[in-house]
Every structure is written in structure tokens, then in C-alpha cells.
């Protein structure tokens, strides 16, 4: 079997199976060797590490120096953050999907989100879908749709929203659906029998897989939260060291705040300043 194929027989299993997300080179070989079956790259811990914000489409070529660094290294299935696709225009998306491809990538997240807080329209990002199906029938795509995610909407008419889209996208060619913000398990449990595609949630905080395994969620990804845990805990060794105490666990540096930090540093430096080292 090839590793796209070893791949969606993940999503086929009698249970979800943990996909964790890398951000560098070390990471990801880390994480095969610890036995994960497969890994997936996280957006933000690959833009962040450049110093970029995540989601504004500007991880495209760090994305893909890091996918020809993994697939020489990997031996194991590996699926790839595009965010939106770094495009909006359908065969623009395809072209670098069918590359990724060529190079052995076994699955790739498309999301409809936008960097402004809102969304593609589900018609657009459908047929982003069906270019990249087209162009690269072996990929396993994700379809993601932030509708939870970017609390799009009002509460009470989110679920039928979803749903509407993740049926478009299926409609679109999917091969699954990814819906990071969806922790209500009766929902999930709806949307797993509506879109009869193998469903993809964000690691629950108490791990606990066997509530997402009974309402039959396909996968469950840590997204960019190792990230964010291996940047608290850096700055927690740090800080223990100067003060010469005893070190503490560190909850993972929250999603928002980093989004924040590098943003505003970016926007606030000088055209033409010279940056240390």
C-alpha cells in the first residue's frame, strides 16, 4: 500500500486515531519515533517559528521547504497545513496540491476561514476542493470550515451551517471534514451522521478519546497545541533556571496571544531595521 492509502485507512479504524502536528524537522521525526502512525504539520507552529502570524497565506514557502525536508525523512504517512490554499484561485491551489503529491505528501487541510474573521463562500471553497480532487485524486483532502472555530454566525444556527458547508464540500470531493471548535459531543455526533465522511476534531483538554470514539470521530488532531506547550515549557526551563527554582509545568502558551505578539511586531518594526543574528 502507499502512504496516501495507509493514510485514509486511519480514517477507517474502529478508533479515532491521534494525529500529532509538527512544526520543524525534529519534531516530526520525534513524533514517527514515538510510534504515531502518521503526522500532520501545524500552520502556526511553521509560520510562528519564522515569526509570521498564522492563517494571512504567508507560510506557503516555508510549508513546502519543510515538506521536501520530511519526506526524505519520514517513513510514515505525512498530511500537510495549506491554511486556505495560499490562493483563492482554484487551479493555483491544484498546482501546488498536485505538487505536494509528486513529492509523496499523503494529505493536505484546506480551510474556508479568512485571515479577516470571516469566510470563503462555501461555493468558492468547494470548487478550491474539486480542483485539488481533480488535479490530485490520491491526496487525502480535509475540507476544514471554521465555523466553530471563528464563532461564525449566530449560536443557535451554526450546527445547520456547518453541516451546509461540509455537505458542499463533500459534494466537492472531501475526502474528510475537519471542524476545529466543535467540542459539544451531541453535535458531533450530528455532524458524523450527516456528512458520512470521516470526521476530524481538535484533541479534547482532557485527552479523553473514547467520548469522541463513541459519537464516531475518524481522527482527532493536536492542531498547534505541542507548539504551544514546547514554547511554554522553553520559557518555563528559562525562567526557573534565572530564578533558581524548582521548575513548574507550564500551560501551553494560549493561541490568541501569540497570534498577537507576532502580529503587532510585525506591523511595528521599521522598514529597513536590522534584526539581531
Given at each position: 500500500m502507499t502512504n496516501a492509502s495507509n493514510f485514509?485507512?486511519?480514517h477507517y479504524a474502529q478508533r479515532p486515531f491521534l494525529l500529532p502536528n509538527a512544526w520543524d524537522v525534529a519534531s516530526a521525526v520525534l513524533l514517527a519515533d514515538a510510534g504515531f502512525p502518521a503526522i500532520?504539520?501545524?500552520s502556526l507552529g511553521?509560520?510562528?517559528a519564522a515569526g509570521l502570524p498564522d492563517g494571512v497565506g504567508a507560510g506557503r514557502d516555508l510549508?513546502?521547504?519543510l515538506v521536501h525536508d520530511l519526506v526524505r525523512r519520514l517513513s510514515v504517512p505525512l498530511t500537510v497545513d495549506l491554511e486556505g490554499g495560499y490562493s483563492d484561485d482554484p487551479p493555483t491551489v491544484a498546482a501546488l496540491a498536485t505538487e505536494l503529491a509528486g513529492l509523496g505528501v499523503a494529505g493536505i487541510n484546506l480551510e474556508d476561514g479568512r485571515s479577516d474573521g470571516g469566510l470563503r463562500r462555501a461555493e468558492e471553497h468547494a470548487a478550491v476542493i474539486s480542483a485539488v480532487a481533480i488535479g490530485a485524486?490520491?491526496?487525502f483532502i480535509n475540507a476544514r470550515t471554521d465555523t466553530y472555530w471563528l464563532s461564525v454566525g449566530p449560536d443557535d444556527q451554526r450546527l445547520d451551517e456547518t453541516l451546509r458547508r461540509l455537505a458542499a464540500y463533500r459534494h466537492a470531493g472531501a475526502t474528510g471534514v475537519f471542524i476545529p471548535g466543535l467540542t459539544d459531543l451531541a453535535d458531533t455526533a450530528t455532524?458524523?451522521?450527516s456528512v458520512a465522511l470521516p470526521v476530524n476534531v481538535l484533541c479534547r483538554p482532557d485527552g479523553d478519546l473514547s467520548a469522541l470514539a463513541a459519537v464516531g470521530v475518524a481522527r482527532v488532531s493536536t492542531g498547534s497545541s505541542l507548539y504551544?506547550?514546547?514554547l511554554a515549557a522553553a520559557v518555563s526551563v528559562a525562567d526557573a533556571?534565572?530564578?533558581g527554582r524548582r521548575l513548574q509545568r507550564a500551560e501551553p502558551v494560549d493561541y490568541a496571544y501569540l497570534q498577537n505578539s507576532l502580529s503587532a511586531r510585525r506591523e511595528t518594526r521599521e522598514p529597513g531595521a536590522c534584526a539581531d543574528g
Open positions: 485514509t485507512a486511519l500532520g504539520t501545524t511553521v509560520t510562528a510549508t513546502l521547504a485524486p490520491e491526496l455532524v458524523v451522521k504551544r506547550h514546547a533556571a534565572r530564578g
